[in-house]
């Protein structure tokens, strides 16, 4: 049974990854933050847990618990464009600090270990209406996607000076059951509350490419695979684009709630851009097709909102 690890395994995708990986045959072992019973982590595919910081010393130490990996989801970071913006240092420590360490335990202690980072469509940048390819300049217009940048640059040096198989992976908007933040939670919370008017920021038309996580694990598992010194990236997304108004409305129907309104302040926040939407080519040359609309992604992930918490 072959062994992979990811790092930052206690996440939303981190541990759908975990999940998706033993689900294949492989035996998963998971190091980053978040407390975890091992009957809970279990339940995700994890066989082993520890509780740590993303660093050289915490890598060594994993290796002496389990062996050398086949490969390493590198699912650590940061996740957040405000929260970069707010504290921009922490941002790069977990984004950019923890890069450098994974890249380093596999050049000094495992060079033939794949390694594949979840990166993201932030290092595009504000870009004009329309696909987004890979080949696309990048430009990130936030700390978040510098900082992705970086790491993604680090990346790449590290696959061409030692030959090093990495694989990137530039996820769009990510969701799913289970993710407790960013859009889908925030209506459906105050939806919950009853809240008669919601105002957002922006116009609503801002345009985002949804993969359901069920589909982003897919993909990356194809990655790993694909991973070579020349560390290609590619995207991840469904190359269908939806506006934040057409989203917000889903999530409002599929609650069940009428005679409620929704606004937009018509103020775009700063670091985020308006239009993404993927250019999926590349992945679809792999043989992976997204199998989730994001219609019935929403649909279900209100259902599963409802009754995690009491709701009919």
């Known amino acids: 049974m072959k062994l992979v690890w990811v790092t930052g395994a206690h996440g939303f995708l981190g541990r759908h990854l975990c999940q998706y ?12 933050h978040g407390y975890w019973d ?9 066989e082993t847990w520890v509780f740590s910081d993303v660093h050289l010393p915490a890598l060594n130490d994993l ?3 389990t062996s050398k990996p086949y490969a390493i ?3 650590a970071g940061s996740g957040s464009v405000p929260m970069s913006l707010r504290n921009p240092y922490i941002d790069f420590q977990r984004t950019v600090c923890t890069t450098l360490d994974v890249l380093e335990y596999v050049r000094l202690r495992s060079p033939e270990t794949k390694l594949i980072y979840p990166s993201s469509a932030a290092v595009y940048g504000a870009v004009i209406k329309g696909k987004i390819s890979e080949e696309t300049p990048l430009n990130p217009v936030s700390p978040y996607g510098v900082h992705k940048k970086i790491a993604e640059s680090l990346i790449g040096s590290y696959a061409t000076s030692f030959g090093l198989p990495i694989c990137v992976v530039r996820f769009f908007s990510l969701f799913g059951n289970g993710l407790m933040k ?3 939670w925030d209506i459906c919370c105050r939806l919950e509350e009853n809240d008669r008017e919601i105002v957002l920021h922006g116009t609503g038309d801002e345009i985002r490419d949804w993969i359901h996580i069920d589909d982003a694990a897919g993909l990356v598992g194809i990655a790993m695979e694909k991973a070579s010194s020349s ?16 989203i917000v409305h889903e999530i409002v129907d599929a609650f069940g709630i009428n005679r409620i309104q929704i606004k937009f302040s018509g103020i775009i926040r700063e670091g985020d851009p308006r239009f993404y939407q993927a250019d999926i080519s590349k992945a679809l040359s792999w043989n992976w097709n997204p199998l989730w609309d994001w219609r019935d992604g929403i649909r279900e992930y209100v259902r599963w909102f409802k009754k995690m918490r009491g709701l009919k």
């Not at 009957?39 to 995700?44: A, F, I």
């Not at 590619?234 to 684009?241: A, I, L, Q």
């Open 38 to 46: 091992p009957r809970e982590s279990s339940k995700w595919g994890i």
């Open 182 to 184: 960013q859009l889908l």
């Open 21 to 32: 990986m033993s689900g294949k045959g492989f035996s998963v072992a998971g190091i980053g």
């Open 63 to 65: 290796e002496g618990k």
């Open 231 to 246: 560390a290609t990236p590619v995207n991840g997304g469904t190359g269908e684009g939806a506006t934040v108004r057409e």
């Open 73 to 75: 989801f590198h699912a």
